[in-house]
């Protein structure tokens, strides 16, 4: 019952505390720092080899399936295709949420997934569901569902990168940055954009600037971008008139697109959303999910055949006037909306860029087409609204207003067209942000129950449960143990205060040594400590954040607060000391900004 | 091998590992040992199916007579306009005539499906003169299962140097711009390349053109780009569209790119190729089930694409050449002096934006594009 070693072993831990240890400057440092952008060159030679092949194993699966529209126009059986248009999705379905069984949380891991374990220094993607989640990705998107396939590329390569940290057991922080390369391979691979990769790793997953990360993402994104010209041949996602300027007054219209933009991209968040909460209550085995979400998509695609799949050639069709009726853009926008929601929250596995990407061009080319309808103006500029539009859908969902300028200026290399792009989304990030929140990854965490709406700092601390800091070394008292005889213990063991823990290892309240005194001091008063008034005690349960337990702190003016575990009849596990809080708190805090302000 | 099998065959007999020695012992014996016979068999005629005209009069001068010259074979030359009904009817017949048939990549493949060729393969082939093995050498694409590509030629736009002063035409989409181009056009009266130019002319990538054709959307758009054109001379037979330039019936105009050449510096017509959208095709050597003498047709093969006689052929037409190394060997006209390399269809100027058919799409879609061309071309006509 006694606990007299407390006050020694918690001297000692203060000694070890590495929180004071500065980083290291000199050659060593300069050789392990360079050895980190030679690792993140060669995560984004994997990564972006991954995905490469995975990106080619789509279209081929898309070949193969009648998906992709070359396919199904070499294909001559009418009757036999409208079968095949319904059964590709609905059995690639299948097969997706008999995947997603063999994940411990039963749906396939995300960039979300990424940004959480980023930003609450987690790091350790799980190698295995990471590539079961890849792989159910490979087949929706290779069967036709309706969903992106940035997504599973960036987690993908962030999986990778993860991996090679624990292979070479690097340290959390170095695991952060090696997810870092491999996202920002996977971006500069896919777009062929390498800036965009760096920024994105940065501005959605790192989420803070700093020199140290910045060498090896760069590097990785670079050699990403090296492999994609050589391996990858692939059409430049716009093309502009060389002689197109717009005129002035329709930076205005591309402001209000931007507006504009940041609703429908609330709207399809929205659906998404409420799809996945609605699917939860459906009276349908998981698995059978996406399978029913595949069937429905390929009877829509009967009728509407441009919502099937990533939906390349309906994209290149939004970006040219006159492709769509201003009647066909809106059913098509509306329907793109409502397929990308019903298949990734029925349970497919994918990205939700891509479909933003057709579902804002789509928005901005019925822009254009009543804007030239209402001015009667020749449609020169008709891509600057198709783009405006994607860049004020796209940007709210992802939550990287900078990416995607930056893909708009690396994919056409027009300034003109980014200015444009730029003007749309200066509105479109901000009143999405407000209205909505940061991004669909930052409302899916927060419903998962990680809010990252006040940064870093607070989501690390959210995530660091208390139960690390437990300490048994504190002094425990049967509640029936005399006064006097508690006075004596607490003075041996040199605490201030006891805690109550009955026969069975409840936990019964807490007494400070001065109560004790005064208890003692007095005439009839209490015989046993329980009866003594028990100081008011904030508890703390096993699952309590440092965050809940430095907020509790404001309050207690004491030594401790004790860990109590409701859900055992509330067994009392030990205590932790304020101090231990404090220091856990300036650990945190020191580490974050050595991450954000180290150089090596 | 190749030889054992044709004379030797012991029909139904399954192989065992010692008649497969015996045949192996066999096969490398042959030429010591029917050496003499090969030299006699030179009286026999190899029989070539090709296309006539100026080409035929190339190939004469590059291919068949230096074949004769060393190998003492003759080589007797029949014509056709492509097509693969005679094929047809020869291999059902049984009576096939030809030794090797000159054809377009896209008939060959149909061709061998339909098991009217003989599997052909690449490793007949000559190395280049560097050792550069042929697999590395030819183009990709050159190998089917029974034809190998020789040559590449191009479907282009040629224009009036005289009908646009001060101007000229510099992109695909050109051909469709009436207000800074005007003028009649002619184009071949069939889907192919219009439908793919009319698409390009809306700055879509050339990579997803097949991609966006297969849709009722792109063909729509293609075919209202196609309306936009006042006057369309539609034109079938190859000589038609230089005869039209020549005369100054149309402005502009569809064609093969050597018969432009033809015009241009034969006939000194005042025309100019823009290169920008050009259709490549491949242009194959193939064998036909049922041919006489399949070895000396392998062997007129090998003979036909070495490095050499492909860029002798490209000194007379201005067919590009499958192999690189021949390329690069490519000079000048023999009669006229014209630098052959600036008219061929893949040098590095030239294709820079060039469009490679894609031959499988229209070899499973032909029918119904044809329909639904034919349909759009009525319903124009009628108005």
């Known amino acids: 019952m006694l606990a007299l070693r407390a006050l020694r072993a918690y001297t000692l831990r203060m000694d070890t505390s590495p929180a004071l240890i500065g980083p290291g400057r000199g050659p060593l440092a300069v050789v392990r720092f360079l050895g980190l952008v030679f690792l993140g060159a060669i995560i984004g030679a994997i990564a972006a080899l991954f995905a490469v092949g995975f990106v080619t194993a789509v279209l081929e699966l898309n070949e193969l399936l009648l998906i992709s529209p070359r396919s199904r126009m070499m294909f001559d059986h009418a009757g036999a295709l409208m079968a095949i248009t319904v059964a590709v999705p609905a059995l690639g379905g299948l097969v997706v949420g008999l995947l997603h069984l063999a994940i411990p949380e039963r749906r396939p891991h995300a960039p979300a997934d990424v940004i959480a374990a980023v930003q609450t220094r987690r790091g350790r993607l799980p190698a295995r569901a990471g590539g079961l989640s890849a792989l159910s990705a490979l087949i929706s998107l290779g069967s036709g569902a309706s969903v992106g396939q940035y997504g599973p590329l960036v987690h993908l390569g962030a999986t990778l990168g993860s991996l090679g940290a624990r292979l070479l057991r690097l340290g959390r922080s170095d695991d952060n940055i090696a997810i870092a390369c491999g996202v920002a391979a996977a971006i500069a691979t896919a777009f062929n954009a390498p800036l965009a990769g760096i920024v994105f790793a940065h501005e959605v997953v790192l989420r803070h600037y700093a020199l140290r990360a910045f060498a090896p993402v760069a590097a990785a994104a670079l050699v990403g971008y090296v492999i994609a010209t050589n391996v990858l041949e692939r059409g430049a996602l716009f093309h502009v008139a060389d002689t197109a300027v717009p005129m002035p007054w329709e930076f205005a219209v591309f402001l209000v697109i931007g507006g504009l933009g940041a609703l429908v991209a609330g709207a399809y968040m929205r659906a998404i959303l409420g799809v996945t909460r609605l699917a939860g209550t459906l009276p349908l085995a998981p698995p059978l999910r996406p399978a029913l979400a595949g069937a429905l998509l390929g ?302 | 091998m190749a030889r054992v099998e044709r004379y030797r065959r012991p029909a139904g007999v399954p192989g065992s590992t010692l008649t497969w020695l015996a045949r192996l012992w066999l096969a490398l014996l042959w030429p010591v040992l029917f050496a003499a016979p090969a030299e006699a068999a030179n009286d026999e005629v190899l029989t070539v199916l090709s296309w006539g005209g100026a080409y035929e009069r190339a190939q004469r001068a590059a291919l068949f007579e230096p074949y004769t010259a060393s190998t003492g074979r003759r080589v007797e030359v029949a014509q056709y306009d492509g097509g693969l009904a005679g094929l047809r009817r020869a291999v059902e017949a049984g009576e096939v005539p030809w030794d090797v048939i000159d054809m377009t990549r896209s008939e060959a493949m149909a061709a061998c499906e339909e098991g009217l060729l003989r599997p052909l393969s690449p490793a007949l082939l000559a190395p280049a003169p560097d050792g550069t093995p042929a697999e590395q050498d030819f183009l990709p694409g050159s190998f089917g299962r029974c034809a190998i590509t020789h040559t590449i030629f191009a479907t282009v736009v040629a224009y009036r140097r005289d009908a646009f002063p001060g101007k000229r035409p510099t992109t695909i989409a050109d051909l469709f711009d009436q207000q800074q181009f005007p003028g009649p056009r002619a184009l071949q009266r069939t889907p192919a390349v219009n439908l793919e130019w009319a698409l390009l002319s809306y700055r879509v990538p050339r990579e997803e053109l097949y991609g966006l054709l297969s849709t009722r959307r792109g063909l729509n758009l293609a075919l209202e780009r196609l309306g936009e054109l006042d006057e369309i001379h539609w034109w079938e037979a190859g000589d038609t569209p230089p005869r039209l330039l020549a005369e100054g019936r149309v402005v502009m105009a569809s064609g093969y790119n050597g018969r432009f050449f033809d015009a241009m510096v034969n006939r000194g017509v005042p025309i100019e190729i823009l290169w920008d959208g050009q259709v490549q095709e491949h242009e194959t050597w193939a064998i036909p089930r049922g041919s006489p003498y399949p070895e000396a047709a392998r062997d007129f093969i090998r003979f036909a694409t070495t490095t050499e006689r492909l860029a002798e052929l490209s000194r007379r037409i201005p067919y590009g050449p499958a192999r690189r190394s021949a390329a690069v060997q490519v000079t000048t006209h023999p009669d006229s002096g014209v630098d052959m390399r600036l008219h061929i269809p893949t040098h590095p100027l030239n294709a820079e934006r060039a469009l490679a058919k894609d031959e499988a799409w229209y070899a499973r879609t032909l029918g119904r594009i044809n329909d639904y061309f034919g349909d759009w071309l009525a319903t124009r006509e009628g108005e």
């Not at chain 1, 057709?358 to 901005?364: A, E, K, Q, S």
């Open chain 1, 299 to 600: 009877l829509t695609a009967l009728w509407v055949p441009d919502i099937l799949g990533m939906g390349q050639e309906t994209l290149r069709f939004a970006t040219i006037a006159g492709a769509f009726g201003s009647g066909e853009l809106l059913l098509v926008l509306g329907l793109k909306i409502a397929a990308t929601a019903l298949c990734l929250g029925m349970g497919f596995s994918g990205g939700v860029f891509s479909p933003a990407l057709v579902i804002g061009t789509l928005f901005g080319a019925l822009c254009g087409s009543l804007v030239g309808q209402l001015s009667g103006a020749p449609q020169e500029t008709f891509v600057f609204y198709a783009v405006c539009g994607m860049v004020a859908v796209t940007a709210p969902v992802i939550g990287a207003p900078l990416t995607t300028l930056l893909i708009v200026f690396e994919l056409t290399g027009s300034y003109a067209l980014t200015t444009a792009a730029l003007a749309s989304v200066t509105l479109a990030s901000p009143i999405a942000a407000q209205l909505f929140g940061r991004s669909l990854f930052d409302i899916q965490l927060e419903t998962r129950g990680l809010d990252l709406s006040a940064g870093r700092g607070r989501a690390v601390l959210r995530s660091t449960p208390v139960i690390e800091h437990l300490t048994r070394e504190c002094v425990t008292l049967l509640p029936e143990t005399p006064v006097s005889e508690a006075v004596t213990v607490l003075g041996q063991a040199r605490h201030g205060e006891a805690y109550l823990v009955d026969a069975g290892g409840r936990y019964r309240g807490c007494v400070t040594l001065a109560d004790l005194e005064a208890a003692r001091e007095a005439r009839g008063g209490p015989q046993a400590v329980a009866e003594v008034t028990a100081a008011q005690r904030p508890l703390l349960r096993p699952d309590t954040s440092l965050w809940d337990a430095m907020a509790r702190l404001q309050d207690v003016t004491g030594e401790a607060l004790p860990v109590v575990d409701a859900a055992a009849q509330d067994a009392f596990l030990g205590v932790v000391f304020e101090a231990s809080i404090a220091r856990a708190y300036l650990r945190h805090s020191d580490e974050m900004r050595r991450e954000e302000h180290g150089t090596g």
